[in-house]
C-alpha cells in the first residue's frame, strides 16, 4: 500500500498510458460531438473550438511573452474576412483560404507590433486596444484612404458564404466526402475539419514553446536583461512572437467564417477581445490546455447565461453576459492565479506527482512581465507598490 | 465659390474661413473632452504606473446615476453631478484599495487584466439594468439648443459661431485644471500625492502613506471621469452602455501624446487628438469621417515611433 501522491517518472510506462488516456480524452470529446451531440450543437462546438485556436494564439503573446494584447478580435476578424471573402467572390477553396488569411494577421501583427514592443510598458495593450476599436470601423469604412472597404466586406450588413447551386462552381459546399460515414451531415465534417485544424495548430504552438525560440521567449518575459545578455534579442522575438500570435488567430478566424458562414464587423469588436483574454485567464495562462477551455467558455457561456434564470438580474443577453465573465475573471485573479488548468494540476498533485518536476507553469500574475534590476522581491515586504520608474532604473 | 486650389485629394473649401474656424473650434472642443479623459488616464498613471481600461466604463456608469437622479428622481443636474461625482471618488478609492492592491505585489499584467474584468462587470452591468438601447440623454449642464451660441462672423456663409456647450467644455478644463494645480501644488496632500510620483520608496521612509496616496490617484481620476461622462453624454447627445469605449481610446492616445505622468500634457494632448480628429476628414478627401478612431490609432504609432515618452512626459521609457 502506497501511500499519496503516488510518483510517476516522466517517458515511464505508466507515464505513457496516462499520456494515452488523455489523447483518448480528446478522441472522445471529438466522437461526442460528432456522434451523439445534436447536430446543431455540433457547429456551436466547432465555434468554440475556433475561439480556443485564436485564444492559444493570444496565449503565445500573453503568456508566452507577457504582453497584454487588447486587438486579437482584429485578428481573428482579418481571418475571418479573409476567408470569407476568397470563398464567397472568389470561389476558393476552403483550405487553401488559410495560408493567406494567417499570413494577413501575421503582417498585420508585425507592422502594429513594432513601434509597440520596441518599447518597455504597457505600450501593446494600449495599440492593440485602438486596433479592437478601429477594425469595426475599418471593415465599415467605405473611404478608408480611398479605399471602399465596405464594398469589399460587405459594410455592416456583414457577409455571408453563399451557398450556391451544386452544380455551379461559385457556390460553396462543405459536404462530408464520399469516404465519410453514413448519417454525416455538413455540420458534423465542419466540426471535424476544425477540430483537425486545431489540433495540428495546438501542436505546433505546444512544440514552439518547448523550442529554442518558446524558452528564449519565456526567459525574455521572467528577465528581459538576463534574457538579453544570454542572446535572446527581446526587440526581435517580441515582434515575431506577437505576428506569429496574430498567424494562429488569424487563422482560427478563418475557420470561424466556415463555421458560423455570417459574420459581421461587431463580431469582432472589444467585447470579443476582451472574451479572448478572459477565456485566457480563467482557462490557464501560459498553458497548452487553458485554450481550450477559454475557447468553450466563449461559445457556452453567453449561452448559460441565457439559458439559466439568474437570480436579481434573470436571463442575461448579448453584452449582458459580460458580467459572468467579468465576475468569474476577477475570482480567478484571486482565487486561482494561474487559470482552471493550474487548479487542475494542484489538485492532481495531491495525489499523482511526476518527477522530474517541470517548473511550475508561470502564472501570469505572478510574474515580473518587466524585468526589474531593483527586483520586487528585494523591496521591503510593507511596501507593495511599483513606482514608475523603478522598472526602468538604471538601464536608461 | 470657386477652388482655392486644385490639389487632388485635398478639400478645396477646406480653406474657406469661416469653415476652418468651425472646424478648429470643433476640433478643440472635442479635444477638451478628451483632454478630460486623458486627466483621468494620467491621475493614476502618475502614482501607480497601471492604465485602467475600465476608467471609461465607471465614467459610463456614473453618468446612467446622473441620468437615474435627474430623469427619474427630478434633481438638478449640477446636484446630480456633483453627487456622482463624489460617489465616484469613494468608489474609485475603494476599488483601488480592494482589488488593484492586493494585486500590486504580482506583476503590471494582473491590474491591467483586473481592469479590463472590472470593464466586462461595468458595462454588461449597466447592460442589465439600463438595457442596450440608447436612452435620452441627461439633462444638459450647458444650455445646449440650437440657438444657444455665440455667433462672431456672420456677414459670409457658412456663419461662425461658437456653442455654449463648447464653452463650458473650455471652462470645465480649465476649472479643473485650475483646482488640481493648486491642490497638488500647494497642499500638503498634493505635495504628498507629487512626491508618491516621484519616489514610493523615500516617501514611504519620510512618513507619506503611500498607499493613501494611490487611493487618491483613483479617486481622483474617478472624480474627473464622471464629469467627463456627463459632459460627453451632452455634447454627442448619447447615452448607452457602450458610449464611453471609444472616448477612453481617445484619452488614452491623448496621454499619449501628451506624456502620460504629465497634468499639462494631457490638456494639450487632448487638443492635438481632437484637432486631428476633426481636421483629417475636413482636409483630405480621401478619409473618410468615420475613421476618427484610425486617425487616432495612427496619431499613438507615430508619437511611438518617434517620442515614446510624449510632448512634456517624463523620460522613461527605454527601447529593447
Same mark, same amino acid.
Given at each position: ?7 510517476? %517518472? ?7 498510458? #496516462? ?15 460528432? !456522434? ?41 476578424? /482579418?481571418?475571418?474576412?479573409? @476567408?470569407?471573402?476568397? /470563398? +464567397? ?12 488569411? !494567417? ?15 520596441? /518599447? ?25 484612404? =480611398?479605399?471602399?472597404?465596405?464594398? #469589399? ?51 505546433? @504552438? ?38 506569429? &500570435? ?27 477581445? /476582451? $472574451? ?22 466563449? $461559445? ?6 441565457? %439559458? ?29 492565479? !494561474? ?31 518587466? +524585468? ?25 | ?25 470643433? =476640433? ?43 430623469? $427619474? ?209 475636413? #482636409? ?28 512634456? !512626459? &517624463? ?6
Amino acid at each position: 500500500m502506497r501511500t499519496l501522491p503516488l510518483v510517476i %517518472e516522466r517517458k515511464s510506462t505508466v507515464h505513457r498510458v #496516462l499520456q494515452l488516456v488523455g489523447v483518448l480524452a480528446a478522441l472522445g470529446f471529438y466522437l461526442y460531438v460528432v !456522434g451523439i451531440v445534436e447536430n446543431f450543437s455540433a457547429i456551436r462546438w466547432a465555434v468554440a473550438v475556433t475561439l480556443a485556436v485564436a485564444i492559444l494564439g493570444l496565449n503565445i503573446v500573453t503568456g508566452y511573452s507577457g504582453q497584454i494584447s487588447i486587438g486579437h478580435s482584429a485578428f481573428f476578424g /482579418i481571418g475571418a474576412y479573409t @476567408t470569407m471573402i476568397l /470563398i +464567397a467572390d472568389h470561389g476558393w477553396p476552403f483550405l487553401l483560404t488559410l495560408p493567406v488569411a !494567417g499570413a494577413l494577421g501575421f503582417v498585420v501583427g508585425a507592422v502594429i507590433g513594432v513601434p509597440a514592443l520596441r /518599447i518597455r510598458g504597457l505600450y501593446l495593450s494600449l495599440i492593440t486596444l485602438g486596433l479592437a476599436l478601429a477594425f469595426p470601423a475599418i471593415v465599415k469604412s467605405d473611404n478608408f484612404f =480611398g479605399i471602399n472597404f465596405a464594398s #469589399l466586406t460587405g459594410g455592416s450588413n456583414g457577409k455571408v458564404i453563399s451557398s450556391g447551386d451544386v452544380t455551379t462552381k461559385r457556390g460553396f459546399h462543405w459536404s462530408p466526402p464520399t469516404w465519410a460515414p453514413d448519417g454525416w451531415t455538413t455540420n458534423d465534417w465542419v466540426f471535424t475539419t476544425i477540430f483537425v485544424i486545431a489540433l495540428v495548430l495546438f501542436l505546433l @504552438t505546444s512544440n514552439l514553446v518547448r523550442s529554442r525560440v518558446g524558452r528564449g521567449l519565456v526567459a525574455m518575459r521572467d528577465n528581459e536583461i538576463g534574457a538579453a545578455v544570454s542572446g535572446v534579442y527581446p526587440a526581435q522575438y517580441k515582434v515575431l512572437a506577437f505576428a506569429t &500570435s496574430a498567424f494562429v488567430t488569424a487563422i482560427g478566424g478563418g475557420c470561424f467564417a466556415l463555421a458560423s458562414t455570417t459574420i459581421g464587423p461587431d463580431t469582432f469588436g472589444l467585447q470579443r477581445s /476582451i $472574451e479572448f483574454i478572459a477565456g485566457l485567464v480563467i482557462g490557464g495562462v501560459a498553458t497548452i490546455l487553458g485554450p481550450a477551455i477559454g475557447g468553450g467558455l466563449g $461559445e457556452w457561456l453567453p449561452y448559460w447565461a441565457y %439559458e439559466v434564470d439568474w437570480p436579481l438580474v434573470g436571463k442575461l443577453e448579448g453584452p449582458q453576459s459580460g458580467i459572468l465573465y467579468g465576475l468569474i475573471l476577477v475570482v480567478i485573479i484571486f482565487f486561482m492565479p !494561474g487559470g482552471i488548468v493550474y487548479g487542475l494540476r494542484q489538485l492532481r498533485s495531491k495525489f499523482i506527482v511526476f518527477v522530474p518536476r517541470l517548473p511550475v507553469p508561470q502564472d501570469i500574475s505572478a510574474t515580473p512581465a518587466v +524585468a526589474r534590476t531593483t527586483g520586487a522581491a528585494d523591496r521591503p515586504s510593507s511596501e507593495s507598490i511599483s513606482p514608475p520608474d523603478d522598472a526602468t532604473a538604471g538601464v536608461q | 465659390m470657386t477652388a482655392v486650389l486644385a490639389v487632388p485629394g485635398i478639400e478645396d473649401n477646406f480653406f474657406t474661413l469661416t469653415l476652418l474656424l468651425q472646424n478648429l473650434t470643433n =476640433g478643440l472642443a472635442n479635444g477638451a473632452v478628451y483632454a478630460l479623459m486623458a486627466l483621468t488616464v494620467v491621475m493614476i498613471y502618475k502614482t501607480t504606473g497601471h492604465l485602467n481600461f475600465a476608467q471609461g466604463e465607471m465614467a459610463m456608469f456614473g453618468t446612467f446615476i446622473v441620468y437615474v437622479l435627474t430623469i $427619474e428622481q427630478g434633481l438638478n443636474v449640477w446636484l446630480a453631478i456633483l453627487l456622482v461625482m463624489v460617489g465616484s471618488m469613494v468608489v474609485g478609492a475603494a476599488f483601488e484599495r480592494v482589488l488593484i492592491q492586493p494585486l500590486e505585489s504580482r506583476s503590471v499584467l494582473a491590474p491591467v487584466i483586473l481592469t479590463l474584468g472590472l470593464f466586462f462587470i461595468l458595462n454588461g452591468g449597466a447592460a442589465t439594468i439600463w438595457g442596450t438601447q440608447p436612452h435620452t440623454p441627461i439633462p444638459a449642464p450647458f444650455p445646449g439648443r440650437l440657438d444657444d451660441k455665440v455667433d462672431i462672423i456672420t456677414n459670409r456663409l457658412p456663419h461662425f459661431f461658437i456653442t455654449y456647450k463648447a464653452l463650458g467644455v473650455w471652462a470645465t478644463v480649465a476649472v479643473l485644471v485650475i483646482l488640481l494645480n493648486v491642490m497638488l501644488k500647494r497642499t500638503k496632500l498634493g505635495l504628498a500625492y507629487r512626491a508618491v510620483a516621484a519616489n514610493a520608496e523615500s516617501s514611504l521612509i519620510v512618513g507619506i502613506p503611500v498607499k493613501r496616496m494611490l487611493m487618491l490617484g483613483w479617486a481622483l481620476a474617478a472624480g474627473i471621469g464622471s464629469i467627463a461622462g456627463a459632459i460627453i453624454a451632452q455634447y454627442r447627445n448619447v447615452l448607452d452602455f457602450n458610449f464611453m469605449a471609444a472616448v477612453l481610446l481617445f484619452g488614452f492616445a491623448a496621454a499619449c501624446v501628451g506624456g502620460f505622468d504629465s497634468i499639462k500634457g494631457a490638456v494639450v494632448g487632448g487638443l492635438l487628438v481632437g484637432l486631428v480628429e476633426t481636421f483629417t476628414p475636413a #482636409l483630405f478627401t480621401f478619409v473618410g469621417n468615420e475613421l476618427s478612431l484610425v486617425m487616432v490609432l495612427l496619431v499613438i504609432l507615430i508619437v511611438l515611433y518617434f517620442r515614446p515618452q510624449g510632448l512634456f !512626459g &517624463s523620460k522613461r521609457v527605454e527601447r529593447v
